[in-house]
């Protein structure tokens, strides 16, 4: 009797669900036949049996080598005999186990099981020390299952194996140049990710050994190209790769004698190879099936999908940047896929662009899609690298204008921040860029950028200023007001030139023309002004007072300026002396304060004599306003905004927020202004030029705005409630509206600082209740940044009534205007809205829901139906919902839910309520002429109130669905309703309709108490007069349907079959 063979450990991970597949079939089939061969044997005769059954063939052979990996592999004690049994009888040089290993390299390693994943990399190494020909492709190959943005300790585990795996064979790997700067630019990722706590001991280890090997073997890590410098940048502030950062930069020779330096570097253009080491097979698999086989317009149930598998975690934002590299450098479509109806690149990618929730992934996104449109090299870079980011611009100017200008603001600024030392090289590039394209024709030309009307004047003069030569459409920008252009000045600090240093033309002469002399606009210059606001191309048509307000407001003057990087000499000839040499002491003391040597006290002083110098500033403006000299506030406010730029840059929440870090954050120079105008009272004579100031900084840098918001809650406790009213002032200096400003703001502290934007929003919605809870474009932007943990603390925060984020008047607006937004937020929104404890009345003018996009709030309304008894006025608005045609049955389910729950729970009082709206339907149908009674017509405004024709195919579903169960159509006011309702349908309704409508004609009364001739309790007078009042009825019925139907023709006889029929059932 023949032995089972024993069970033997599995390679990969299956569920219950999933069948054996092919590939474990054959190792567990080699595997026992190995075992058969061997077990048992000396290792003498181990060896003898295995050359013996090696000689038989090349199928035995493969069936010895499977055997052998599936034992490496499941096996850790006895892998180390098995390697070298392996090695002793492989007649290929082990070429057959490598060919295995890159299948489950390439296409099941996201299946294997954890001890074979480790396994693997045991293998790997031990063919790294055995030189087997091959192994530096599976090498490379396994660097791409190092997934950068994935914390997951089992990521993190294989991180750390790999890496220690590659120390032990360093002698290998220096002996191949491709892997070494695989190795590197996969580290250099990797690092990104491990930056916070915990993994201390991880990083500095994958520091320590890429900054070596990139110092002993910098001449192959060239081959990386211009994304090496990329990711150094990434994670220069890391200690041991931040030493030779600086070098890379300011001693290039020190490094390798022949090394020209970075801009050598640049204009490397990265292999593919090098791109595709940071997509794992699994998620290139995924994201080249969207590229090639997805139509356009089809493309978000995949993206959806995409995004949950492997962008849902925080961590995984670091991932976007990427894919953008990947989709830009390595899927290049054919001039068939082009011409096709397939999702175009620029698609994907500004889908991408739009799953980022932090600044700096925002950002590194941004840059890793225009990143070869900074170095191009006509001779070297290939034109599809850049097809992309043009023709994201090209389809965003219009559906999308704010992010279009937003994608071009960051390029403009990008061409001379990027390396101010070498801001031409930059420049020249993306020169090269827009050259190429319009040489191979992917657009006609430029101007479509020009027609942006989200475009400020800041940002058209750096366009005009770097780019003008590419645009055939004139056009010219006015000058900030106040501000008068001056020459074109000396590079500053670091190379590059201020913004204001361009001439600037003007948009209206004689509009701009007053400005700069000062005089003052007359009321019809103002309605002139408005005039052309309302004819904005951005304004459409009809819009509301709200909306040209706010377009108003956009025009602004922004000027946005640096901080102390060019001469403002300009600015400063148009104060007096005292001021002057004051800003010039104010500009040597941040100079100071920037000094990287300094020590921290020293800094700290200098910090303390610049606010000190800044409140003098402040204070002795003050006094030149009271002896009339006003017009020093408008360069005052420039200069300070000029040299005070970068404290109105970057990031400003601490990222621990107590109470010491937070009152540190506010000490910088810029808040001294706040402070002072905090601290004054309102019959202070000095408020009044300290908001004017406040006020033309505002309009120069609007990041002012969201800045004195968060000065306001960080000393709120020590100024009280009323602090708030400072921004209300600023608002009124500006003469602009308080919501639209805060709505201004709150966008700009969104895309700015995110955290600061989710931190400040609670304290605004108490401070601004009148402008915060009706704005819906608030709340979306404030739900949009939110995930669990900041959702339930919310949710905790309303529950102890601390803050309200809706009011019961504006709650339904809210609900209506969140079936445009993502699930995610209207699912956030939905939770408030429960914490909030509304009652269902108060969400009742949600309803009719739409056709589409109101999964969530159909949800959310079921549950708190549930708990809620009906009113006639909920009963018509659920029956009011649209019927679907499409392939959408929310809205059928949701009434047919709605209407079965409250039959179970209160039937009659349902029918009472169903009734009275089929009988007031019926009134208001017959009041109406007979040419006006159409088909979808009904009384009520928008939706309010049900349509015969909403309100009929409700019911029949309902009908239909719930059978002889139901109660509510069998009672006898429902049964008189829809008696009433026939006779104002039309033929068609009925002949549709039949199925409710013939429910009327099986209604007999019951006998009432004490009427008709024998008085008794239903004798047999009473039954005949019902019959005879039932004939009687239906003979009116069918004599008024003869008539409609003379009218109408063809629909005689049919009508008058189911009439019969109809009276037949009911005699």
Not at 59 to 65: A, L
Not at 141 to 154: A, K, V
Not at 808 to 827: E, F, G, L, R
């Amino acid at each position: 009797m023949m032995e089972n063979p024993r069970p033997l450990p599995k390679i990969f991970s299956t569920c219950l669900i999933e069948g054996s597949n092919e590939s474990e079939d054959r190792f567990e089939k080699a595997a026992h036949f190995l075992h058969t061969t061997i077990n048992g044997l000396s290792e003498k005769e181990t060896h003898d049996a295995l050359i013996t059954a090696v000689a038989r063939g090349p199928n035995v052979h493969e069936d010895v080598s499977i055997g052998f990996l599936h034992r490496i592999l499941t096996d850790p004690p006895t892998a180390a005999r098995s390697f070298r049994d392996i090695t002793l009888i492989a007649r290929d040089g082990l070429q057959f186990v490598v060919g295995n290993v890159s299948i489950l390299l390439g296409k099941k390693f996201h299946r294997l099981s954890d001890t074979s994943r480790v396994q693997i990399v045991w293998l790997l190494k031990e063919m790294m020390r055995s030189n087997v020909s091959g192994v530096d492709n599976l090498v490379a190959m396994m660097l791409r299952h190092l997934c950068g943005g994935d914390l997951s300790e089992r990521n993190v585990s294989l991180i750390g194996i790999v890496l220690d795996a590659l120390m032990e064979c360093r002698a290998w790997l220096e002996k191949s140049p491709v892997t070494v700067a695989l190795v590197v630019s996969t580290y250099l990722r990797l690092l990104e990710d491990h930056i916070g706590p915990g993994l201390e001991v991880l990083r500095v280890k994958e520091a320590s050994f890429v900054v070596s090997l990139l110092r002993e073997r910098f001449q192959d890590c060239l081959w990386i190209g211009r994304d090496l410098v990329r990711l150094l940048q990434n994670v220069a502030r890391i200690p041991q790769i931040e030493a030779f950062w600086k070098e890379l930069l300011n001693s290039p020779s020190t490094i390798q004698p022949n090394f020209p330096g970075v801009t050598h570097l640049l204009q490397i253009r990265t292999p593919r190879r090098v791109l595709m080491t940071r997509i794992s097979p699994d998620m290139e698999e995924k994201l080249v099936f969207i590229a090639n086989k997805v139509e356009f317009g089809h493309q978000k149930r995949y993206e959806d999908w995409f995004s949950t598998k492997y962008l849902s975690s925080p961590e995984s934002s670091t991932l976007v940047s990427d894919l953008i590299r990947y989709i830009v450098g390595v899927i290049h479509p054919t001039n068939e896929q082009l011409c096709s109806n397939l999702i175009p690149r620029w698609a994907i990618i500004l889908w991408l662009l739009h799953t980022n929730r932090s600044m700096i992934s925002g950002s590194n996104a941004r840059l890793a899609l225009f990143y070869d449109f900074l170095f191009f090299q006509t001779d070297q870079d290939n034109i599809m690298n850049i097809e992309p980011a043009i023709l994201l611009l090209l389809n965003t100017v219009k559906p999308n204008p704010m992010f279009c200008a937003s994608m071009l603001d960051y390029l403009c600024r990008i061409s001379v921040n990027f390396m101010p030392w070498a801001a031409d090289f930059v420049t020249a590039g993306i020169s090269n860029s827009f050259r190429h394209i319009l040489e191979k024709r992917v657009v006609p030309s430029l101007d479509f950028l020009l027609a942006n009307p989200s475009l400020d004047r800041t940002l058209l003069a750096s366009l005009m200023e770097y780019f003008g030569e590419f645009f055939t459409t004139e056009k010219t920008v006015p000058a900030p007001a106040g501000i008068v252009p001056s020459e074109p000045e000396d590079p500053g600090l670091n190379g590059t030139k201020t913004q204001e240093s361009t001439p600037s033309p003007t948009f209206s002469d004689d509009e701009d023309e007053k400005r700069q002399d000062g005089s003052e606009e007359s009321e019809s210059d103002e309605d002139a002004k408005e005039k052309k606001v309302k004819e904005d191309p951005g304004v459409p048509e009809g819009s509301s007072e709200l909306l040209v307000s706010l377009s108003r407001f956009k025009h602004l003057p922004v000027v946005e300026t640096r901080s102390v990087v060019g001469d403002i000499s300009h600015l400063l000839s148009k104060i007096d002396d005292t001021l002057r040499n004051k800003m010039m002491k104010l500009r040597k003391l941040l100079k100071q304060m920037r000094v990287e040597t300094l020590d921290e006290e020293a800094r700290d002083e200098a910090k303390d004599e610049a606010c000190a110098v800044v409140r003098e500033l402040v204070f002795c403006l003050c006094d030149k306003w009271e002896r009339g000299r006003e017009e020093m506030a408008e360069p005052l406010a420039a200069s300070l905004c000029a040299v005070l730029g970068d404290q109105l840059e970057g990031p400003l929440l601490p990222e621990n927020p107590t109470e010491e870090n937070l009152q540190k954050s506010i000490s910088l120079p810029i808040f001294a202004v706040f402070e002072i105008i905090s601290e004054m009272g309102k019959e202070d004579h000095k408020r009044q030029p300290v908001i004017n100031l406040l006020a033309e900084m505002y309009s120069v840098r609007v990041a002012v705005g969201y800045r004195l918001l968060y000065y306001l809650k960080v000393k709120r406790k020590d100024l009280g409630e009323g602090c708030w009213g400072v921004y209300r002032d600023m608002c009124r200096g500006l003469q602009a509206d308080l919501q639209i400003s805060l709505q201004r703001d709150v966008e700009f502290c969104q895309d700015e600082d995110p955290d600061l934007f989710v931190w400040l929003m609670p304290e605004l919605y108490k401070a601004y209740q009148d402008q915060a809870l009706p704005s819906c474009d608030i709340m979306r932007m404030f739900l949009s940044l939110l995930d669990y943990p900041r959702l339930h603390h919310l949710i905790s925060d309303v529950m102890r009534s601390e803050v309200r984020f809706l009011k019961p008047n504006t709650v339904a607006k809210m609900v209506s205007a969140s079936y445009d937004w993502d699930q995610w937020v209207q699912a956030c929104l939905w939770q408030l809205i429960l914490a909030h404890n509304f009652s269902i009345a108060t969400l009742v003018n949600c309803l009719p829901l739409p056709k589409k996009q109101c999964s969530v709030a159909a949800v959310h309304l079921l549950s708190m139906v549930r708990n809620t008894e009906p009113t006639q006025e909920m009963v018509s608005r659920v029956l009011a919902c649209p019927v679907t045609c499409d392939n959408s049955p929310v809205q059928s389910e949701f009434v047919l839910t709605v209407l079965s729950h409250w039959e179970d729970c209160c039937g009659r009082q349902v029918s009472g309520y169903v009734a009275a709206v089929l009988t007031n339907l019926a009134s208001n149908a017959a009041s109406m002429s007979p040419s006006k009674r159409k088909r979808g017509s009904g009384p009520g405004g928008k939706n309010a109130v049900p349509t015969l024709d909403s309100a009929l195919s409700h019911l029949c579903t309902f009908s239909r669905e719930r059978g002889p169960r139901t109660q509510v159509l069998g009672s006898d006011e429902v049964m008189v309703a829809l008696r009433a309702v026939e006779e104002v349908c039309s033929a068609e309704q009925k002949k549709d309709f039949l199925e409710v409508l013939s429910k009327a004609h099986g209604y007999a009364p019951k006998a009432v108490r004490g009427s008709g001739k024998g008085g008794g309790r239903g004798g047999g007078a009473g039954r005949k007069a019902g019959s005879n009042r039932s004939k009687s009825k239906v003979k009116k019925l069918s004599t008024s349907e003869e008539e409609e139907s003379e009218d109408e023709g063809p629909t005689l006889k049919p009508k008058r079959r189911r009439q019969q029929q109809i009276t037949s059932d009911s005699d």
